[in-house]
């Protein structure tokens, strides 16, 4: 990078990268504890619509004797309920067929109100559930969600039925407005701070200043987070007495979160001041160049960015939404017997299909370039127009018209073996090896102009003289190739082979719709894998963890290649 | 390539000056290695082609299944049957299926080129042309972009979508479809403002131009062959695309041609004339538009990698 213009950054930008750093920081750190409070705010509620549950439970289902029971329950200690209702025998039952059944309903005040008529099939689902979760996992309650907020919970009646609670859930307040004014604070301190200093001094005083920030508005966050759930669990012990162990509460907005904003804050601030400052510097100078690149990165992120964050954020939570840390990771990483595939030996499929597939592409394509680069070469212009179809073809068309060369009946490459007078075989059928030659065989047709195309274009750019000189000393034909060709293709083939390597790593298409990873998804790569994780699994967590190691496969996979070849790194300057 | 453009720095020389006797295999082949060379193009052309050929004789074979493995590329009954059928689709109340298809399909790929590579020749003009803070990082995020997986994508962009009513509309496809396609072009067009020599600009700067005028009037027709070819990236991006609208798409009149596609590959039974009918429908303007521009490919595709 050019050097940020000749006069160094004023007090103004330096301010406000400081503050653009601390956002970077505490913005983040502002939803992980709102998500804590709000999750065990959650936890506590579903809690205590189960508990009200319980203590209306064993009233017979008589809308006066409900309604005495209602009128005991603690009204505050779930204030968004609007029904307690009783459905006797019935509803849906755990095949989702209807029963014969009767629902009564009061208000929380005992006094008889029939549930609205929206309402009732989703009590009768929440019934079900109720009905399923007793049979699968033995517990005697559940919840359903009933659109704009609404809640119903159940809780099975010993003699038949489901007893529960209709309310509208709550949402807890942290609040951040202290942890936003103290940033404030400190970006306007900032600013002072900046204008005394010497421009030396600035890293430090923004590390400095950056950690004391983050310090404060972690504290404040951590504590807003504990005291909304504080306050959820005191609601609780008011339905101590009507059955079921108090819930435990352990939000993970703890000293280990306060250090580690800490830490976080003073290293963005103090790392990432001088880069920011830069930009608001020559923003002031030359809005235009931003107004230029504006467009493209405005869509980049909100487009590519913002949902790569969101997945990432999905990859550290189960299907139900709770933080589980890095386990879907260590689901994938450490393989336990049970689940039906093994990370390693699907990174291994497609590290042996990458590397399979790339070797072809360069071979096939390099050699048909080197053939038609020949002047004198006769009909090259149709070669070369017929060569490229491949490429021109949408390629999941592709994918699917191999899966029907490779039928076992009626598939040309049967048809071919046949005259070979060989038997046919069950390409797509149980056994690896030759899903996997299926595959490698389609994506190979594919992927091979690219990479022709842009040898043609290298080797049109390397001087004839150059040959000519060589031929002058006496090379011959395959030193030529050697010490003159093979030079000067590596620019152009490295960036191309990079890039191929990553489209192949993720040559989604293809191995889905060839194989279909078949058998046992064997020959599934690591994004079909995925896409499995996320389409049959449904387990959106894993999917997206795994996700993630894919791009940090690749990331790892093109910086240590840019390091080796520094052949993306000439396209900087 | 612009017959008029002064050679950029290093960039080939058009291509029939510079594959000259001397090339790196050719030169003094002896008759047999010529013959020999064409068996062998031949045979790999044949290969090439043959599963092209046979996708058309299964479009104007039988409609259901395809019955005998022959390697005979020429269909023996041919009739225009599945693509009729392909064509004339319908909806209950009358509408042409087919035609309001198609019509989105052309929108939304024409408007995400066009979208595409205004956005993304700016950008690039200026990350070619400019040094300022950040312009380094954002190139290097374009280049990450790359590398995130779809599926992860998936999920999160359908709750954007969502969340912005954009499912079911083309302007939600045409806002992804070009956001994809940007940093690939913005690359590429970089690469090739990059070997385009500064002294014209400054001619221009000279003469009191801004740089948006400068970039209009000068920079932008020497690069037309590196923009056709981003453009035919962009627009295939955009036509190609299938995962996407099945997503996002939830009405029959919202597809786009290749989602249509997928209805013919069902789970149990596939329709294999008719998919056959409908593939070379979509394919065909795409290959229509790369044997048009297939001249610039070599030209465009390298121009970044190969300068010194």
Known sequence: ?573 | MPADAPAPKTRGAPPKAAATEAGPVGSHATPGLRVLRHVALVAVTAGTILPVLWVVKMALGEAQSFQGAELSPIPPDPSLANFEAVVGATLADGTWLFGRQLLNSVLVSVLTTVFGIAVACTAAYAFSRFRFAGRRSGLFMFLVSQMFPGVMMMIPLYVIMEKLHLLDTMVGLILVYSTTSIPFSVWMLKGYFDTIPRDLEEAAVMDGASPARTFWTVVLPLSLPAIAITALFSFMTAWNEFVLAYTFLSKESAFTLPVIIRNYVGEHSVQWGLFAAASLIVSAPVVALFFALQRYLVGGLTAGGVKS
């Open chain 1, 1 to 573: 990078m050019a050097a940020p213009a000749t006069n160094s950054p004023r007090p103004i930008d330096a301010a406000l990268a400081f503050g653009v750093a601390l956002a970077i920081v505490v913005a983040p750190a502002f939803f992980f504890a709102d998500f804590e409070a709000g999750r065990e705010h959650g936890a506590s509620e579903t809690w205590r619509a189960l508990a009200a549950g319980r203590a209306v439970r064993d009233a017979p289902a008589e809308a006066a004797s409900l309604g005495s029971a209602a009128a005991r329950l603690p009204r505050e200690a779930l204030p968004g309920v609007s029904h307690v209702f009783v459905l006797t025998e019935g509803g849906l039952d755990e095949f989702d067929i209807e029963r014969e059944s009767a629902l009564v309903a009061c208000g929380p005040d005992g006094r008889p109100a029939a549930a609205p008529a929206g309402l009732e099939p989703r009590i009768r689902e929440a019934a079900g559930k109720v009905k399923s979760a007793r049979s699968e996992s033995g517990t005697d309650g559940a919840c359903a969600d009933a659109g704009g907020g609404v809640r119903v919970c159940g809780v099975a009646r010993p003699s038949g039925g489901v007893a529960g609670v209709v309310f509208r859930q709550t949402a807890p307040s942290v609040p951040a407005g202290w942890a936003g004014l103290a940033a404030l604070a400190a970006v306007v301190i900032a600013l002072l701070a900046f204008g005394r200093a010497g421009a030396r001094a600035w890293w430090r005083l923004a590390a400095v200043g950056g950690a004391a920030a983050g310090a404060v508005a972690s504290l404040l966050l951590a504590f807003a987070a504990r005291s909304a759930v504080a306050a959820a669990a005191g609601l609780e012990q008011l339905l101590a007495g009507a059955g079921g162990a108090l819930p435990s509460h352990d939000p993970a907005v703890g000293w280990g979160f306060v250090a580690a904003v800490t830490v976080a804050a003073g290293a963005a601030a103090g790392g990432l001041l001088r880069p920011v400052a830069a930009f608001f510097h020559d923003f002031r100078g030359r809005p235009f160049v931003y107004a230029a690149i504006a467009p493209a990165m405005v869509g980049m992120v909100l487009l590519i960015f913002v949902p790569f964050f969101m997945g990432v954020y999905l990859a550290f939570l189960d299907n139900d939404r709770n933080f589980v840390g890095l386990a879907n990771f260590a689901d994938i990483l450490f393989p336990s017997g049970t689940s039906d595939t093994n990370f390693y030996f699907t990174l291994g499929v497609t590290v042996m299909w990458t590397s399979l597939n790339v070797f072809l592409h360069v071979a096939i394509g390099l050699a048909l370039a080197l053939v038609l680069s020949d002047a004198k070469l006769r009909g090259k212009a149709i070669y070369r127009v017929l060569l490229i179809v491949p490429w021109a073809v949408p390629n999941y068309i592709t994918a699917l018209v191999w899966k029907w060369i490779f039928n076992t009946q009626y598939g040309p490459a049967n048809a071919m073996l046949a005259l070979a007078g060989a038997g046919p075989v069950d390409w797509l059928g149980q056994s690896f090896l030759t899903n996997f030659a299926a595959n490698l065989a389609t994506n190979t047709w594919l992927g091979f102009p690219f990479m022709m195309i842009v040898s043609l274009g290298a080797l049109q750019s390397i001087p004839a003289d150059l040959y000519e000189a060589a031929q002058m000393d006496g090379a011959g034909r395959w030193q030529r190739f050697r010490h003159v060709t093979l030079p000067l293709l590596k620019p152009a083939l490295f960036p191309a082979i990079i890039l191929g390597t990553i489209w192949t790593f993720n040559m989604f298409n293809v191995v889905y719709l060839v194989s279909g990873g078949g058998p046992n998804n064997e020959t599934n790569i690591l994004i079909t894998e995925a896409y499995r994780a996320f389409r049959v699994l449904k387990n959106y967590g894993l999917a997206a963890a795994y996700s993630l190691i894919i791009f940090f496969i690749l990331a790892a996979y093109t910086a240590v290649t840019n390091r080796l070849t520094k052949a993306a790194e000439s396209v900087y300057e």
